[in-house]
């Protein structure tokens, strides 16, 4: 097995340092998947206590300007790589203004992730940062569990309002109750096909309820709606306030209108948040 990769672009180092940092505020370890076309970045094994599960994936020609990679063989031209995600966030901590970045796949008595930053200086000289990464190889046979998950049809796909304005929204509530709670038929996140979303929490005190509209719909979802001609029936997810927390805290990668949310009853009312970027696509499931 062979990887090694170089950034010299300023924006598309901060863009994939930003990607690092999200990943390491959503999980403590991750899986890189390494392809002769992609990166991605998994996230899978807490789903099934309930919590976040990511598949972040990068188009490598709109980060670097190298790229080599070598798999395990010819007929599985993959590599598939388990590493802690605050490692690899501190290490490109000290990119920033960098000249470039180099990330090679070695084994220093133990496989690691080899990043070597070129920093500017003013003198003639170059300054060479090199950071070691451990990393466990994931066998074969385990890459099953680590393939893009299959999301089922939603009840709702709706454009979200400005990240940080949700966060604020949602750190409020938190102050309120710890949990987002379903009493009777109240539920904590509404929204439907006519553009609206709602966001609630209610205790045994008080009931509120932050509302947003004309947020817009997918194409695809305001097709549907046409031909159901039932747009503004609710669909309706309960959700632990601080696992919703969790993931708008990981929100480093500037989002566009494309950010967009999904609510399905699917598996104990699954909530999917998805992001499309040109350069980086993002499917987030934070189940209850």
Same mark, same amino acid.
């Given at each position: 097995? =062979?990887?090694?990769?170089?950034? !010299?672009?300023? +924006?598309?180092?901060?863009?994939? &340092?930003?990607?690092?940092?999200?990943?390491?505020?959503?999980? =403590?370890?991750?899986?890189?998947?390494?392809?002769?076309?992609?990166? #991605?970045?998994?996230?899978?094994? *807490? !789903?099934?206590?309930?919590?976040?599960?990511?598949?972040? @994936?990068? @188009?490598?020609?709109?980060?670097?300007?190298?790229?080599?990679? @070598?798999?395990?063989?010819?007929?599985?031209?993959?590599i598939y790589l388990e590493l &802690?995600?605050?490692?690899?966030?501190?290490?490109?901590?000290?990119?920033?203004?960098?000249?470039?970045?180099?990330?090679?796949?070695?084994?220093?008595?133990?496989?690691?992730?080899?990043?070597? %930053?070129?920093?500017?200086? /003013?003198?003639?000289?170059?300054? %060479?940062?090199?950071?070691?990464?451990?990393?466990?190889?994931?066998?074969?046979? /385990?890459? *099953?569990?680590?393939?893009?998950?299959?999301?089922?049809?939603?009840?709702?796909?709706?454009?979200?309002?400005?990240? *940080? &304005?949700?966060?604020?929204?949602?750190?409020?509530?938190?102050?309120?109750?710890?949990?987002?709670? =379903?009493?009777?038929?109240?539920?904590?996140?509404?929204?439907?096909? #006519?553009?609206? $979303?709602?966001?609630?929490?209610?205790?045994?005190?008080?009931?509120?309820?932050?509302?947003?509209?004309?947020?817009?719909?997918?194409? $695809?979802?305001?097709?549907?709606?046409?031909?159901?001609?039932?747009?503004?029936?609710?669909? @309706?997810?309960?959700?632990?306030?601080?696992?919703?927390?969790?993931? $708008?805290?990981?929100?480093?990668?500037?989002? &566009? *209108?494309?950010?967009?949310m999904d609510l399905s009853f699917?598996?104990?009312?699954?909530?999917?948040?998805?992001? #499309? =970027?040109?350069?980086?696509? +993002?499917?987030?499931?934070?189940?209850?």
């Amino acid at each position: 097995m =062979k990887f090694r990769a170089k950034i !010299v672009d300023g +924006a598309c180092l901060n863009h994939f &340092t930003r990607v690092s940092n999200m990943i390491a505020k959503l999980a =403590k370890t991750c899986t890189l998947r390494i392809s002769p076309d992609k990166l #991605n970045f998994i996230l899978s094994d *807490k !789903v099934a206590n309930g919590g976040v599960s990511m598949w972040c @994936e990068l @188009e490598q020609e709109n980060f670097f300007s190298e790229f080599q990679m @070598e798999g395990v063989s010819a007929q599985n031209n993959e590599i598939y790589l388990e590493l &802690t995600s605050e490692n690899l966030s501190r290490a490109l901590k000290t990119a920033q203004n960098a000249r470039s970045l180099k990330i090679k796949l070695t084994n220093k008595h133990f496989p690691c992730l080899t990043v070597s %930053i070129e920093l500017l200086s /003013l003198s003639s000289s170059n300054r %060479i940062v090199t950071h070691d990464i451990p990393v466990k190889v994931i066998p074969r046979k /385990l890459w *099953k569990d680590l393939q893009e998950p299959t999301v089922p049809e939603a009840d709702v796909s709706i454009y979200l309002p400005a990240l *940080k &304005t949700m966060k604020s929204v949602v750190e409020k509530m938190k102050n309120i109750s710890n949990h987002l709670t =379903k009493i009777l038929n109240l539920q904590i996140i509404e929204a439907n096909l #006519n553009g609206e $979303l709602n966001l609630k929490i209610e205790t045994e005190l008080v009931c509120i309820t932050t509302h947003f509209k004309d947020l817009g719909n997918p194409p $695809l979802a305001s097709e549907n709606t046409s031909q159901d001609g039932n747009s503004e029936q609710m669909a @309706e997810v309960q959700i632990d306030i601080r696992k919703l927390l969790q993931f $708008l805290a990981g929100q480093q990668v500037n989002p &566009t *209108k494309a950010t967009c949310m999904d609510l399905s009853f699917w598996k104990e009312q699954l909530c999917i948040y998805r992001r #499309n =970027k040109q350069e980086v696509s +993002a499917s987030v499931c934070v189940q209850q």
